[in-house]
């Protein structure tokens, strides 16, 4: 993918995020929208960074990895985070994992 093809998906993706979001604070306007899509726009920011983490953690140079140094920390990661609760511990659990695969 080109920088300038990354560049403006990131933008698309950074603009529905915040448009949505926006709209909700708007006078007259957050109040017309259906509960359903109120409820379902709570998931657009995570949607987005699901958008953009996923294809760093499996495709590495053009093509797709199955056993990759991001996998590896990814899954440590959110390992950690689901099992200790604490969001800095599982980054730091992450990171040790990500370089000591890169090592190997």
């Known amino acids: 993918m ?61 093509e797709w990895q199955v056993l990759s140094p991001q996998l590896a920390g990814a899954i440590s990661t959110g390992v950690v985070v689901w099992r200790s609760k604490k969001l800095m511990l599982g980054i730091v659990a992450g990171m040790a994992v990500y370089y000591a695969f890169r090592l190997l």
């Open 2 to 62: 080109d920088i300038l093809r990354s560049l403006l998906l990131l933008l698309g993706m950074a603009l529905v995020t915040y448009g949505l979001r926006v709209s909700f604070f708007l006078p007259g306007v957050g109040e017309r929208f259906p509960s359903k899509l109120r409820q379902a726009a709570a998931y657009v920011p995570v949607a987005v960074l699901t958008a953009i983490i996923v294809p760093e953690i499996f495709i590495a140079h053009g």
